[in-house]
T-cell receptor, first 115, second 111 residues
Framework: GESVGLHLPTLSVQEGDNSIINCAYS??????FIWYKQESGKGPQFIID?????DKRQGQRVTVLLNKTVKHLSLQIAATQPGDSAVYFC??????????????FGQGTILTVHP | KAGVTQTPRYLIKTRGQQVTLSCSPI?????VSWYQQTPGQGLQFLFE???????NKGNFPGRFSGRQFSNSRSEMNVSTLELGDSALYLC??????????FGPGTRLLVL
């Protein structure tokens, strides 16, 4: 069945370092991928998205890379700050009618940034 | 523009009771999706509504239901609550099939 899984459940970095969070997905028909950040007691917050016809997209301090050959997604955060500490989720949306409003989420990676 | 709002934020119920949760989407968004988040299962899709119609449904029992009103506000209902229904219930809104924006969630505790 469809699944999105993360390789690393936890990641600890020093303030100022670059962080890379990885995600593997299994549905080759997925056409849209999103990264969310969730802080304690809050709902997931949109970070960046990418469509399947792209392999890279950049935002402010964040970059998402998509490798459809190996079904791999990554989120790079530059100059990581303590405020980046949170759980990060990747999510995918399948193509077609069964995808209406449905995102399939990975298990999440806990990012801890040490000052 | 105001974000997605959910009420109530916290709720305590006992087994066998029923509960109704409310979600107001971002203005202009017509699609509302509901998710259940638990430590064991993560984020799981419940259902999605668009223009008052349920277009998609996840693998949850019939005790979980929802509806959407003409102003795009949505409610979800869980009947005959079980201990395992304790979770954070999240709703997300979007314009058609675009990015979903989440509300803060409703924390439900079933005793």
């Amino acid at each position: 069945g469809e699944s999105v899984g993360l390789h690393l459940p936890t990641l600890s970095v020093q303030e100022g370092d670059n962080s890379i969070i990885n995600c593997a997905y299994s549905n080759s028909a997925s056409d849209y991928f999103i990264w969310y950040k969730q802080e304690s007691g809050k709902g997931p917050q949109f970070i960046i998205d990418i469509r399947s016809n792209m392999d890279k997209r950049q935002g402010q301090r964040v970059t998402v890379l998509l490798n459809k050959t190996v079904k791999h997604l990554s989120l790079q955060i530059a100059a990581t700050q303590p405020g980046d500490s949170a759980v990060y989720f990747c999510a995918e949306r399948g193509a077609g009618g069964t995808s209406y409003g449905k995102l399939t989420f990975g298990q999440g990676t806990i990012l801890t940034v040490h000052p | 523009k105001a974000g997605v709002t959910q009420t109530p934020r916290y709720l305590i119920k006992t087994r066998g009771q029923q509960v109704t949760l409310s979600c107001s989407p971002i203005s202009g968004h017509r699609s509302v999706s509901w998710y259940q988040q638990t430590p064991g299962q993560g984020l799981q899709f419940l259902f999605e509504y668009f223009s008052e119609t349920q277009r998609n449904k996840g693998n949850f029992p019939g005790r979980f239901s929802g509806r959407q009103f003409s102003n795009s506000r949505s409610e979800m209902n869980v009947s005959t609550l079980e201990l395992g229904d304790s979770a954070l219930y999240l709703c997300a809104s979007s314009m058609q099939q675009e990015t979903q924006y989440f509300g803060p969630g409703t924390r439900l505790l079933v005793l």
